[in-house]
């Protein structure tokens, strides 16, 4: 599998509508709604669907993401809902960014389907910047939604498993709180179709 550019999303986001829409993931409301309101990192944001509903429960979030136009339809979002001065936006990728704010109380991945060993930097680098006693939230197209779910990617090397991203903190300071395989949903021209999403939520010691 080569490696996905941020020309190849540029020219995936340039369409009017908001290809993952503007409704915030599920997961994302269940597992951060507990989380107190501080400052936060969404790594690989895209449109900002999660960016804005944080902003709008209390958040300063920053959206690092490597394609310009994804950010610019994340801007307008956050102008449209009034939010533009708790939303902030970087291009960068997620295995060399450097965030506008280097200290953060949650750092959130959704859906960040990359090779294994680049999925680990980009945690662990993500990681580094969560403060003591802050959260680390993450949501992924499990690897067993390929005998078991429908959509998402189809190659093995993007699909995480609970043991990898326990291994993935390990030596990084953080507990897990939660790393399991949850039932999720994909909306198709046929409707609902059941999919198979793994969610990480672990808590930086001190």
């Not at 986001?13 to 936060?40: H, M």
């Not at 310009?68 to 102008?79: C, D, F, H, S």
């Amino acid at each position: 599998m080569g490696k996905v550019t941020a020309d190849y999303w540029d020219k995936k986001y340039e369409v009017d509508e908001f290809i993952y829409t503007k409704i915030e993931n599920r997961f994302v409301v269940e597992y951060c709604s507990p989380l107190k309101p501080g400052r936060a990192i969404d790594l690989a944001g895209g449109e900002g669907r999660n960016s804005v509903w944080l902003a709008k429960k209390g958040w300063t979030v920053e959206n690092i993401d490597f394609s310009p136009v994804a950010l610019k339809k994340y801007a307008e979002y956050a102008e449209e809902s009034g939010l533009a001065s708790s939303c902030l936006a970087t291009v960068a990728d997620a295995l060399e960014f450097v965030p506008q704010q280097s200290q953060v109380e949650l750092g959130l991945i959704g859906y960040l389907q990359i090779p294994s060993g680049d999925l680990k930097k980009a945690i662990r680098r993500l990681g580094k910047h969560v403060v003591p006693g802050g959260h680390l939230f993450g949501v992924w197209h499990a690897r067993a939604n390929l005998a078991g779910g429908f959509g998402g990617p189809r190659d093995p090397r993007v699909l995480p498993t609970v043991g990898f991203l326990n291994r993935a903190l390990w030596g990084q300071g953080f507990d897990v709180i939660e790393c399991t395989l949850r039932d999720g949903q994909i909306q198709s021209k046929e409707g609902l179709k059941p999919s198979i999403t793994v969610v990480l939520l672990a808590r930086k010691r001190g």
